[in-house]
């Protein structure tokens, strides 16, 4: 024990000499190194050592100093490495605090000086470190080395704990990305993607392509994705796509591996969401120039569909309806056998089929005549399970009735109120309804449709009220129904200005009808992106027609829209001549106040007109 504690006190006799020699600008005393890297004291060299040992370790000496002696290499992660390689190869202390002084340039402290003096000028702190990371993120862009970043594989046992840290910031991340854009084939890289996969965002990376080489992280990347779309509404899915069909579509594997998991997944129950998916992948694929329609036709039909695979192939290549290849699907549908009738749930089928029985000059049987094939393979394609059944063979039956019920109304021109009451008997089956909004988009795109109305422009024709009820009985057709009445209330008709006015007034009460059934905001966004200074009064209309509509509580983006809405300067000033319409503006101002989280626009534009309109 002694012994030990008398060792100790020379270990600390010898630290606190060099200590104060360093203090005093004196020289430190000498110290045997020998002992540090050979572990053999000052006799190390009887016991063996020879001079290839000393050339290895001059070599690690050289390594080391060199590394030290970059500029500002204390602030590098590695330095405490190089220290202990230095010091192992007998470098002396003084050397090592020498290097690492004279080689202290102070970047980092000088960005941060910086970075106060910015502070002291006026400039927020958010502003400053943006300024700083974007100046950085330019640098390290210049000067990526990919060589020399994927050379931490060359050290098994170096520490990335660097990287754990760097990836839990935004800015940070999306250098990564940028970087990996550049340099898909960077190890490094590639080991940053896969960790911000692991640590979950998904939805960032789903949209760099290097992840998609990556087999375990671009299926998690799709899984989540998926997992995500699956309970949202169908606003929010318009949203998701794009994200979604751009990861599916980054290369020929990828788009395979996602159709192959979404057929597999199309199988299980609740599966029926993926054939969504399937066809929206398969859309985004043909809208970048692709052929991928026989890949579809390849995993949807047997080998024992070849007829209707031709036949289908063929249609969807020419965008027509040839009547041979009708012919070929109503002799193969209607037989003893009939293929699964999934073959034929293709949107831009069915379009066609819609198209080329509900547009107004097809819709007589006399220019019509193998009509029946049409209405039959139309109806097997929306009422048909993939086994038939006795219910469902009925369903069938009962779909053509209506079409052909509905085409022979169309056919002659009823729309009185006899031809009115059938179309409306039959708005309670979808494909109906869809045709129906087929043939009044046609309808209305005729210049001179409105001017050849009996009676008044503002009588609303029978074609809108059809158009409200559709919206009211088909929830998943109010995107349509706002499509047509958006581009027929921009449309410019043969009418005289005031009854210009009259005809858009009437269709904007069916936008004001379908956002009242839930389709809120793509209304709300129309009204604020298309109705300009010249329609005044139909803004204001609007406006008081939704607060009518609305009450509390209000959801932050439907008080963001209407305060878009609303504080328009003209908006603004043709209310306040309207004095009558502010206290029904000041409740609605009261509303919206107690909204939580407004930004910081629309909390300022709240404020202001809440100054303007009182309550009385």
């Known amino acids: ?86 010091v192992k190869a007998g470098g002396s202390p003084q050397t090592l605090i020498s290097v690492l002084s004279e080689n202290y340039q102070g970047f980092a402290l000088m960005a941060n000086l910086l970075a106060e003096w910015l502070a002291l000028a006026g400039e ?13 993120k330019d640098l390290v862009s210049k000067s990526f080395d990919v060589s020399g970043a994927d050379a931490i594989f060359d050290h098994p046992d170096m520490d990335t704990s660097w990287l754990k840290e760097l990836i839990r910031y ?20 590639n080991l940053a993607i896969k960790r911000i996969a692991d640590a979950g965002f998904y939805d960032e990376i789903a949209t760099v392509e290097t992840a998609s080489t990556q087999i375990e992280v671009y ?72 052929d991928v329609l026989h890949y579809g036709l390849w995993f949807d039909r047997s080998s024992g569909d070849q007829a209707v695979g031709a036949a289908l192939e063929s249609t969807l290549h020419k ?35 819609i198209s080329e029985l509900f547009t107004p000059s097809k819709a007589s049987s006399n220019v019509f005549p193998d009509r029946d094939k049409y209405t039959f393979i139309l109806a097997t394609a929306v009422s048909m399970p993939a086994v038939a059944t006795e219910s469902s063979s009925q369903k069938r039956l009962d779909t053509v009735a209506a079409l052909e019920k509905v085409l022979v109304v169309l056919g002659e021109g009823n729309l009185h109120a006899s031809g009115i009451a059938v179309l409306f008997e039959f708005l309670h089956f979808p494909v ?21 109305l009996p009676g008044k422009v503002s009588d609303a024709p029978p074609h809108l009220s059809l158009v409200d009820e559709i919206a009211r009985q088909h929830r998943l057709l109010q995107a349509t129904v706002f499509s047509l009445l958006s581009d027929a209330f921009l449309r410019q008709y043969q009418v005289s200005p005031l009854e210009a006015v009259e005809l858009k007034r009437m269709i904007l009460d069916r936008l004001i009808h379908t956002l009242s059934l839930g389709h809120v905001l793509p209304v709300l966004h129309f009204v604020r992106d298309h109705i300009g200074r010249n329609d005044l009064s139909l803004v204001m209309y609007f406006t008081l027609e939704i607060i009518k509509l609305a009450g509390a509580p209000l959801s932050v983006p439907f008080a963001e829209a209407m305060l878009q809405i609303v504080s328009r300067d003209d908006v603004v000033a043709g209310f306040r001549k309207k004095t009558s319409s502010h206290g029904a503006l000041a409740g609605f101002f009261s509303d919206i106040e107690r909204t939580k989280g407004l930004n910081e626009e629309s909390r300022q534009s709240l404020t202001h007109l809440k100054s303007v309109f009182r309550r009385r």
């Open 170 to 189: 935004p800015s940070w991340r999306s250098l990564i990305y940028e970087l990996s854009a550049h340099h898909k084939h960077s190890l490094m890289l």
């Open 432 to 452: 109906v309804s869809k045709g129906l909004l087929h043939w009044i988009n046609v309808t209305l795109k005729n210049d001179a449709f409105f001017a050849m």
């Open 1 to 86: 024990m002694e012994a030990d504690e008398d060792t100790g006190v020379e270990q600390m006799e010898v630290g606190d000499e060099y200590s104060e020699s360093i203090a005093t600008g004196g020289e430190p005393p000498d110290v045997d190194m020998g002992e540090v890297h050979d572990g053999g004291g000052a006799d190390a060299g009887e016991d063996g050592v020879d001079g290839g040992n000393h050339e290895g370790v001059d070599n690690v000496y050289a390594a080391a100093l060199q590394r030290l002696s970059e500029p500002d290499a204390i602030m590098e992660a590695d330095v405490v490495s190089a220290i202990g390689e230095f």
């Open 219 to 290: 299926s998690s990347v799709v899984a989540e994705l998926i997992s995500n779309m699956m309970t949202v509404t169908e606003e929010q899915l318009g949203q998701r796509l794009p994200e979604f069909t751009q990861a599916a579509c980054f290369g020929q594997h990828t788009f395979l591996y996602t159709q192959s998991l979404l057929h597999a997944v199309m199988q299980q129950p609740r599966g029926l969401m993926m054939k969504r998916l399937l066809q929206e992948v398969q859309a985004e694929a043909t809208e970048r120039g692709h």
């Open 319 to 353: 965008k027509a309806l040839a009547p041979a290849d009708v012919a070929v699907l109503y002799d193969q549908y209607s037989g003893p056998t009939p293929p699964s009738p999934e073959l034929l749930r293709i949107p831009d089928l069915l379009d066609l089929f």
């Open 124 to 136: 927020d702190a958010a502003t400053v470190t943006t300024l700083m990371e974007d100046h950085i």
